[in-house]
């Protein structure tokens, strides 16, 4: 039962954020990402601009969007990976790309889903 309970957990859904979505701990700016990938317990994301990267655990993170995409403020979690993406037509067009990892304290999960729907909504649109 824990194996089933660890996939779904790992279990990521992919959504494209046309204006992006600002990472930040209050402090500073952690990433803007253009897409993102969610799953119950941790969000990926891959960004052209590079993140800050504080591995480890982060207090207060807030996920902003722009125009009407859903916000969550005051998340805890950590950092799990942040590094460049070797892709080659990126590199042909002189563009970068990032990924970086955050997984959320199983109390944020939740919200989380919450999150994931209203992306839903707002794809179906």
Known sequence: MEQNSNNDRRKYQRYYIGEGLIFSDRQNIIGLAQVVDLSRS????????????????IRDIDLAGVGET???????GRMIRCS?????SDTSLGLNSFEFSLEFHPR???????????LLQERTR
């Not at 460049?84 to 080659?88: G, I, P, V």
């Open 42 to 57: 941790g969000i990926k994301c891959v960004s052209i601009s590079e993140p800050t990267c504080p591995l480890g655990k």
């Open 70 to 76: 859903a916000h969550l403020t005051g998340l805890s």
């Open 84 to 88: 460049a993406l070797k892709n080659r």
């Open 108 to 118: 944020f999960h939740p919200l989380i889903k919450r999150f994931k729907q209203k």
